[in-house]
């Protein structure tokens, strides 16, 4: 089915052929109709299936055909995000979609001057796109109105409620109109998210898309079981003699991603550290390198798993594996997307295993299993099975080399 049977107009159709889009992924095919009905949509998709442009394009198609005018500071659509580079990347994508409609969009995000963003919203702007924090700071300081909103999106809500932001949300939503079109976008349909939709949209129709990550993107999963202290020379020795061109690399901590970074140069390795603790220009700046190729490795903390959106990520190695089991999910979904062949490598020590079990039973299968000569761990990490109950058993495989 061609994105021309969703029900889009010629200039939406036009920006997606000149990006290269031509069939609708599963989630749109669904979602798209929907909205453009003006239902209310609880959808649920693994990350890089398309979730963005199944709420963006129908809000656009709907805002080219509005007749009234907006005033100032005012807007149509409200897309609330987790993360500063989630909000950025959404709103790229809308600017991408909308290049041949008349349409505003602003990302309005904490860690830079908010002048800016206030001045842009003296007009009025069609699609705001906005992490909590920073929105509330300018609805207390009256920046913007809600008066004339026609839709909100939750996007990544599963991820927002990781995050401690329900109490800014429902203070969020108390603020906007009852008549409004409610959208709600998760990789998960958790408990937690599930009730958080029952306080923010009425009579949703619930969509459900690849509920495994078998389903999801092409990548290539695998875990080596390794030492705690001998993860970082697993790391180089990988990327050495693999030839590894790019790779995302999540640690769990912001003092741990310096230190590796440092002892990835102390091995010829150039590294940079993204987390929370760096400026907001300093952490664009190195996406923008990142990917354009210019930094090879990145080493992140769980912050970046929903803010990078690269097409052509080839890889993403856990070097911690995350406490949350939903996390691993959105991690790796950072490489595989567009429909190109991912690697989704994690660093597993014995004091993994709980994490390891979680993970497992999430997925609802075991992951492929190696070893690197020269790297066997001397504390055998047991295998997992899914009721967390475990075997101990020796891992299998050896982790070939490979060029890429």
């Given at each position: 089915m061609p994105f021309s049977k969703l029900g889009l107009s010629t200039p939406i159709l036009h920006a997606l052929a000149e990006l290269n889009y031509h069939t609708p992924s599963p989630i749109q095919q669904q979602a798209i109709p929907l909205v453009l009905a003006g239902k209310n949509v609880m959808g649920a998709a693994q990350t890089g299936t398309g979730k963005t442009a199944s709420f963006v394009l129908p809000i656009l198609e709907k805002i080219s055909q509005q007749g009234e005018d907006l005033r100032g500071k005012r807007v149509r659509a409200l897309i609330l995000t987790p993360t500063r580079e989630l909000a950025q990347q959404v709103e790229k994508n809308i600017v991408d979609y909308a290049k041949h409609l008349e349409i505003s969009s602003l990302a309005m995000v904490g860690g830079v001057d908010s002048e800016p963003q206030k001045q842009a919203l003296i007009y009025g702007i069609d699609i705001l796109v906005a992490t909590p924090g920073r929105l509330l700071d300018m609805m207390y300081q009256r920046a913007v109105h809600f008066d004339q909103l026609e839709t909100l999106v939750l996007d990544e809500a599963d991820r927002m409620l990781d995050m401690g932001f329900i109490d800014d949300i429902t203070k969020i939503v108390d603020r906007l109109p009852g008549n409004r079109q409610s959208l709600l976008f998760s990789a998960t349909l958790s408990k937690q998210v599930k009730a958080l939709a029952k306080t923010t949209i009425n009579d949703a129709v619930e969509i459900s898309v690849s509920?495994?990550?078998?389903?999801a993107p092409k990548i290539d999963q695998c875990l080596i079981t390794v030492d705690k202290d001998k993860k970082s020379a697993l790391l180089s020795h990988l990327i050495k003699e693999n030839?590894?061109?790019?790779?995302?690399?999540?640690?769990?901590?912001?003092?741990?991603?310096?230190?590796?970074?440092?002892?990835?140069?102390?091995?010829?390795?150039a590294a940079e550290a993204f987390h929370s603790g760096r400026s907001q220009a300093s952490r664009n700046k190195l996406l923008e390198n990142f990917k354009a190729g210019e930094v090879k490795f990145v080493v992140a903390t769980g912050i970046a798993s929903r803010g990078i959106d690269i097409d052509e990520l080839s890889r993403v190695v856990n070097y911690d594996l995350p406490d949350q089991a939903d996390d691993y999910v959105h991690r790796i979904g950072r490489t595989g997307r567009a429909g190109a062949q991912g690697e989704a490598i994690s660093f597993v020590s014995r004091d993994d295993f709980r994490n390891l079990c979680a993970i497992e039973s999430r997925i609802g299968h075991l992951i492929e299993r190696k070893e690197v000569e020269g790297f066997v761990p001397t504390k055998e990490v047991p295998v997992s099975i899914l009721n967390y109950k475990p075997k101990s058993k020796k891992g299998n495989g050896h982790y070939k080399n490979r060029k890429s």
């Open positions: 509920n495994h990550i078998d389903n030839d590894w061109q790019q790779a995302l690399i999540f640690i769990q901590t912001k003092h741990g991603s310096a230190k590796l970074v440092s002892q990835l140069e102390k091995r010829g390795i």
